[in-house]
């Protein structure tokens, strides 16, 4: 059984310019949770879709969005990026019935602004 | 969700029993205990969960205090793949399926060989 996906694993981008991530989640999973996670502020929850809908949201600022497809594969996307977005953003799939379930994470991809 | 608290790191030798506590005396009553750890490089990894009976699974056990307001991970015989930061989450299992785990800071579990 495949893991979650994410694309791209690395990315440098300069301050200013908008990114987007990919997630692909485990089949028949269709919950699709985002973090960052920096030296400094740990792991942070940044939102939450499933079937489509975001159900749940961090404190991040508006710059922060996502989709979610009707594969149940999600994107987020960062505008005019600033350099404490250089992170590691890493999704995590789960069936997504109810919070006893287990949450599986990709590898993450690696941003880089400068 | 409700705070926990955990060591900073703590540090075992390998193939001894390590015994990672954690804090969280304001639970709820719907309140799940779960454990992920994080290894070097990787996205984090589920590890056990439980809400008032101690749970146990191929990679550890989790022993949950009669009040529950804290809760012990055992890795019975750490090995070197075993080093990590181990998080200790609880998730509210009250008001529908909205996910998103709050991370504290963990705990660096470090094996000495």
């Known amino acids: 059984k495949a893991g979650v996906t994410q694309t791209p694993r690395y990315l440098i981008k300069t301050r200013g310019q908008q990114v987007t991530l990919s997630c692909s989640p485990i089949?028949?999973?269709?919950?699709v949770s985002w973090y960052q996670q920096t030296p400094g502020q740990g792991l942070q929850f940044l939102f939450e879709?499933?079937?489509?809908?975001?159900?749940n949201k961090g404190n991040f600022p508006g710059r922060f969005s996502g989709r979610q497809f009707s594969n149940s594969r999600s994107e987020m996307n960062v505008s005019t990026l600033e350099l404490g977005d250089s992170a590691l953003y890493l999704c995590?799939?789960?069936?997504?019935?109810?919070?006893?379930?287990?949450?599986?994470f990709g590898e993450g991809s690696r941003l880089t602004v400068l | 969700d409700a705070k926990t608290t955990q060591p900073n790191s703590m540090e075992s030798n390998e193939e001894e029993p390590v015994h990672l506590p954690c804090n969280h005396s304001?639970?709820?009553?719907?309140?799940?205990i779960h454990w992920y750890r994080q290894l070097p490089s990787q996205g984090p990894e589920y590890v056990i969960h439980?809400?008032?009976s101690n749970v146990n699974n191929r990679m550890a056990s989790l022993a949950i205090a009669e009040d529950r307001k804290s809760s012990t991970l055992i890795l019975h015989r750490a090995t070197l793949r075993d080093a990590a930061v181990y998080y200790c989450?609880?998730?509210?299992?009250?008001?529908?399926?909205?996910?998103?785990?709050?991370f504290g800071k963990g705990t660096h579990l470090i094996i000495q060989p």
């Open positions: 995590a799939s789960s069936l997504g019935a109810g919070k006893t379930g287990e949450l599986f």
């Open positions: 089949s028949g999973h269709r919950s």
């Open positions: 879709y499933f079937s489509e809908t975001q159900r």
């Open positions: 304001t639970i709820s009553g719907t309140d799940y």
């Open positions: 439980g809400l008032t």
């Open positions: 989450i609880l998730r509210d299992n009250s008001g529908g399926g909205a996910d998103g785990l709050t």
